[in-house]
């Protein structure tokens, strides 16, 4: 008997898993259904294929990764995009896409990768949506997306990076959102909350950016926001913060830049002295923080905190800076 070469058994074995290389009924049905409606504009032909544009499939030919960016596709999502039930990355940002978030997503729950940022969708997040528990990047930023937040958001417990700013989002802010044990990058600003920030948020013990600046946020700074040992960068500006700094903020030992610029915030700057092997940016300009001003912003590479008015006098180093504001004898 013939030995087996190498080359035959390889043959072999690439007959077997062609025999296997089939899309299932669901994705056939669901690219089909998304063909009638953005196939012109693909270039999609014929019967579904891995070979369409803008598709990738995995060994076993169903499809993982559907990425038409910026092609111009001007209608609302399908939600027959549901049947694509092997999708791990769908990557859909800059196509004037209208029209709300489809139902159909929630039934995705092998993706790991959504981008629907820089669209014109409108509407609100679907409750649905909390079934996506192993996606870990989200992005819808910069839509016409309204209404609170779900409180199944806390149910997505595999995203890293959720980018949310430039819509329309109102609050109240789930308390749910503090779940979310994984969450690198949270991203908020330019929205309409008009609530608070939920205490909740002290739990992302993981959090390396929080950016709620122009959210309408309003109330005090959630005193659990200094027991974030990894937040890096802090955005609150251009809010309705009332209220004193935390002293807690000393505990933010990785925190590089704090931003609270254009709020309310009221009371004596505590002592951050232990943030400094860290620090480079402290923005406070436009508060109302009065008392005296620590020395410790001395050191800050970058601090400004104009527009507060302090009791003098002020630190040394303000005689030859304009950023530490004014001051008053008492």
């Known amino acids: 008997m ?33 063909q009638a409606v953005w196939g012109e504009r693909l270039g999609w032909e014929g019967e579904p294929s891995c070979k369409w544009n ?18 111009g596709l001007y209608t609302p999502i399908p939600s027959c995009i549901g049947g694509l039930t092997y999708l791990r990355s769908l990557s859909l940002m800059s196509n004037g896409l209208n029209g709300t978030l ?74 749910s959102i503090g779940n979310l044990a994984n969450m690198l990058q949270l991203t908020t600003g330019g929205n309409n909350f008009q609530s608070p920030l939920p205490s909740s948020l002290g739990q992302l013990s993981k959090v ?19 027991s974030l040992g990894a ?48 620090l480079q940016n402290l923005y406070m300009d436009s508060n109302q923080f009065h008392g005296h001003l620590p020395e410790f912003v001395c050191k800050v590479p970058s601090f400004s905190a104009t527009f507060n008015v302090f009791e003098c006098p002020l630190p040394r180093c303000c005689s030859h800076m304009t950023a530490c504001g004014t001051c008053v004898s008492v």
């Open 54 to 71: 803008d598709l990738e499939c995995n060994l076993q030919g169903h499809v993982t990764v559907l990425s038409p960016q910026i092609r």
């Open 102 to 175: 489809p139902e159909g997503i929630s039934r995705l729950s092998n993706l790991l990768f959504m981008d629907l940022s820089h669209n014109r969708l409108t509407g609100s997040i679907p409750e649905s949506y909390g079934a996506l528990t192993k996606l870990q990047k989200w992005s819808v930023e910069v839509n016409h997306l309204s209404g609170p937040l779900p409180s199944s958001i806390g149910n997505m417990v595999g995203l890293q990076s959720l980018r949310l700013g430039s819509n329309q989002f109102t609050g109240p802010i789930p308390d």
């Open 208 to 226: 390396i950016q929080l950016d709620f600046g122009s959210a309408h946020i309003v109330g005090p700074i959630p005193e659990s926001l200094g």
């Open 2 to 34: 013939k030995s087996i070469t190498f080359s035959s058994l390889c043959l072999l074995l690439l007959l077997v898993v062609a025999s296997t290389n089939a899309l299932s009924t669901d994705e056939v049905s669901a690219l089909k259904c998304l």
């Open 231 to 278: 937040l890096q960068q802090l955005d609150l500006s251009a809010n309705t913060l009332t209220g004193s700094l935390p002293a807690s903020f000393a505990n933010l030992t990785s925190i590089v830049e704090i931003v609270l610029n254009e709020n309310r915030l009221t009371g004596q700057i505590p002592d951050l002295s232990p943030t400094l092997g860290t």
